[in-house]
Nanobody, 124 residues
Framework: QVQLVESGGGLVQAGDSLRLSCAAS????????MAWFRQAPGMEREFVAA????????YYTDTVEGRFTISRDNAKNVVYLQMNTLRPEDTAVYFC?????????????????WGQGTQVTVSS
């Protein structure tokens, strides 16, 4: 059974940093793309960042470009999302997603496996 487990969320102040982790088990994701999505209260789930199987290329939504960095450690089957200079509008539940394609994409339908999410709250 495939499991994606996110961790690292929390309550921080604007300008602070957090690093989210996504640990995969039940399947080796080293050959597949991984991504982070987020869902704010009352909003649709949206794309945040994605990384191809080899670590490159990576993609980001415009609002996090330059502040967030997605990376992966294939030996550990873990994907990270380093979030710097956090803003109140980054407040959301962050979901890790795993694809069956080696190349990263921005579309949710391209991801088959999903974690339960981790809450990130940024106060002003």
């Amino acid at each position: 059974q495939v499991q994606l487990v996110e961790s690292g969320g929390g309550l921080v102040q604007a300008g602070d940093s957090l690093r989210l982790s996504c640990a995969a088990s039940g399947r080796t994701f080293s050959q597949y793309a991984m991504a982070w999505f987020r869902q704010a209260p009352g909003m649709e789930r949206e794309f945040v960042a994605a990384i191809s199987w080899s670590g490159s290329p990576t993609y980001y939504t415009d609002t996090v470009e330059g502040r967030f960095t997605i990376s992966r450690d294939n030996a550990k089957n873990v994907v990270y999302l380093q979030m710097n200079t956090l803003r109140p509008e980054d407040t959301a539940v962050y979901f890790c997603a795993g694809s069956l394609s080696p190349l990263a994409g921005r579309v949710q339908s391209g991801y088959l496996y999903w974690g339960q999410g981790t809450q990130v709250t940024v106060s002003s």
